[in-house]
Structure formats: structure tokens, C-alpha cells
């Protein structure tokens, strides 16, 4: 089952990654940008990032190629930042734009079914018992850095990839409780990610020995 999980991660998420650059490209010179400035927008959505991320693990996990993505913080920071990217998207963003076509397909599997199976994989075999609260602010250090290079990058450009992140609409003091919020969403979910490490381990472990008997 993992390994059935990790091919279909990696199929499905490469399949919307792919098709969402073809997607996204030529819109974005149709809307004045050039090709480079293009390229940039597209790898400045937190989802499009997250989702990568998520690829390279189901590639390292199905590969067997030790590694960064094979350590368990990350497999376990990876589930955490998937988990905000469809929560977000749910509370926040699904309801200000009707996607149709090719650009509905992208934003399901990336928003929820990427998620989905990451997320089944991870809990599934994804997890080992190693995780604790020293992993929170390695997993807190992502969204941190790239709030900071969306903001920074807004000051040059003007442009923003999420409207809740645009200060020139809702002010420095809304963008940053909105930041703060997410933030505090991310250490929220570390812990349930700490416990749910914990539990599917020994869970595990106990059915191993035939329930400990």
C-alpha cells in the first residue's frame, strides 16, 4: 500500500505541477509579465512549493535513496505544510475564484488530492517515532522565509500571490495578524504531527508483536 501510495503521490503531483506551469506560463505573459517574470510567479505559490516538496519525498521514499527527504522531520514538516496549504485554500482562497477546465483539475489535485495521499502515505509509513519539539521551529523556518520573500518581493514588483498577504489592500496590520495566525497554525499542526508520529509508531510496533501478547 505505501508504495502504491508513493507512485500515485508522485505520478499525480508531477502530472498537476506540470500541467499547471503549462497553464500558468502563458497566462502570465498574457497579463504583461515576461518569461522569466513568469517563471518566478509561478514558483512563488506556497502550494506549488509545498507540492514539489511532497513529489521529492514520495520520489526519495519510492526510490530508496537516503537522504534529505527521507529523515523523518522532513517527511513529517512536509505533511505539516500540505496540511495548510488544503486548509488554507478551503478557508481562505476556494471561495474568491471559479477555476474551469484544466485550471479546476490543477486546483484539486494540488489543493486536495495531493494532500490526501501524502498525508495517507505518511501516517501509513511515513512516520518512526523520532519526532519532538525541537522539529517545531525547523518546521516553522518554511512558512517564516517565505512570508518574508513574498512581502519583500511585493516592495519590488508590486504583486502578491495571495491576497491576504497584500498590504497595500489590507494594511500592515491585517497581513501581519493573518501571518501570525498561519504561524500559529503551522505549531498546531507540528504538535498533532508529534503525537500522530508517536501513536502510529507504537501502533505499529504492537501489532508487530501480535497485539503484545
Known sequence: MARLLNVAGLTIGLFALILQFGLTIPDAMEAGRGLAGSIVFYFSFFTILTNILAVLVHGAALFGRQGFFTQAW????????????????????????????????????????????????WLSAGTDGSLGWRHVPLWLAYPFAYMVYV??????????????????L???????????????????????????????????????TGGGS
Open 74 to 121: 522532513v517527511r513529517a514538516g512536509v505533511a505539516v505544510a500540505i496540511t495548510v496549504v488544503g486548509t488554507i485554500y478551503w478557508l481562505l482562497l476556494s471561495a474568491l475564484w471559479e477555476p474551469e477546465g484544466l485550471f479546476l483539475v490543477c486546483d484539486i489535485v494540488l489543493h486536495y488530492v495531493a494532500p490526501a495521499i501524502y498525508l495517507a502515505w
Open 151 to 168: 512581502l519583500a518581493r511585493a516592495q519590488i514588483t508590486g504583486e502578491v500571490p495571495y491576497p491576504f498577504l497584500d498590504v497595500a
Open 170 to 208: 489590507n494594511g500592515w496590520p491585517s497581513v501581519l495578524v493573518t501571518s501570525a495566525a498561519i504561524l500559529l497554525l503551522f505549531a498546531f499542526l507540528g504538535r498533532l504531527a508529534i503525537l500522530a508520529d508517536r501513536l502510529t509508531t507504537e501502533g505499529n510496533a504492537t501489532r508487530e
